[in-house]
């Protein structure tokens, strides 16, 4: 199995920074695709930025020119530099890890999340 630490949550006035952190460990035998999603309350799950295992990355339109994703792939960690955070950021945040463990198919893996909350 695959287990993901998150860390790096908090709370930071409007304006300020945050970089999340997301490292993932087990039998890994292989890791494709890395992912941030949040979640609000009273909000669905949404994706916020994604990177595969080429580099390539994608972020929601809120994201975009604030947030940089980012991946270690000697270590297997993920990482999200939050920059410009505004109040609308504060949500629980969740590490998301497409993985093949050593036992079982490729499938997705979840983080416990971390909270980001935003001050005004």
């Known amino acids: 199995q695959v287990q993901l630490v998150e860390s790096g949550g908090g709370l930071v006035q409007a304006g300020g920074s945050l970089r999340l952190s997301c490292a993932a460990s087990?039998?890994?035998?292989?890791?494709?695709?890395m992912a941030w999603y949040r979640q609000a309350p009273g909000k669905q799950r949404e994706l916020v930025a994604q990177?595969?295992?080429?580099?390539?990355?994608n972020y929601a339109d809120s994201a975009k020119g604030r947030f940089t994703i980012s991946r270690e792939y000697a270590k297997n960690t993920v990482e999200l530099q939050m920059n410009s955070l505004q109040p609308e950021d504060t949500a629980v945040y969740y590490c998301?890890?497409?993985?093949?463990?050593?036992?079982?198919?490729?499938?997705?893996?979840w983080g416990p999340g971390t909270q980001v909350t935003v001050s005004s």
């Open positions: 087990g039998s890994i035998v292989s890791i494709g695709t």
């Open positions: 990177i595969s295992s080429l580099g390539s990355t």
């Open positions: 998301n890890v497409n993985a093949k463990a050593l036992f079982g198919a490729r499938r997705d893996y």
